[in-house]
């Protein structure tokens, strides 16, 4: 089947050619990613939210980082970890055709907003070399030129980012990662992928990106249309 594309979505693949070709693109991969790849098998933060918000009788209205605050302050930080992990599977992440297909495409940096390691079994199975950073140390340790970056950490690292204090918290937790994406954001070309105009995480990622980075090359949303 063959697809029409418009001039201008044209003139956008030729940018992010460009920018492949020339070492400056980067992939910023969300959510909707994963559970595009098993959508049984891996669910959506607001899914994951609605957990939370059966066990704290409170207003639904609120976002996901006040729920996730609320959940952590009322049970601690190590049941806020116990209640998200329930919602991921308990099999090892093993990538498909999209994580794979995404690390095949060596863009210069692969970063994530997910936590789980989807992208971490499709790198481990190809030839493409990237560095996998975590944290800041492992930031300042790494060495390859290419690098897939989990900026709201992991759950082996247990450094993921969730709720809102964590996000209030970041530039002292992650100060070097940070500064390394502000750098990204102002010499890259950006793609995102996995992201929808309401996801929480995307409204983050584009206020944070408008608040620290006054030069910066296109960044473009790519999303799928079903039916």
Known sequence: MSIKLTQKTKKYLSVIQEAKESGNLAVF????????????????????TKKLIKELNCNKGLDNLKIAELYKLQFGKTKLKQAV???????????????????????????????DKLIDDAIEKTTNIYDIIVNDNELVKSVN???????HGDFEHDNFV??????????????????????IF?????VLLGYSFNDMDLKQIVSWVKDNSKERLPIYMITTKIG
Do not use: C, R
């Open 85 to 115: 992990l329930q919602s991921f599977p308990k099999t090892p992440d093993i990538a498909g055709t999209l994580h794979k297909e995404l690390v095949n495409l060596n863009p210069h940096y692969i970063i994530t907003t997910n936590w």
């Open 29 to 48: 991969v969300g959510a909707g990613f994963s559970v595009s790849e098993n959508n049984k098998k891996y669910k959506s933060w607001n899914e994951v």
């Open 145 to 151: 030129n290419s690098k897939y970056i989990k900026m």
């Open 186 to 190: 102002s010499t890259h070309v950006i």
């Open 162 to 183: 969730y709720a809102e204090s964590d996000y209030l918290n970041y530039s002292q937790n992650f100060p070097l990662i940070e500064n390394f994406l502000k750098s």
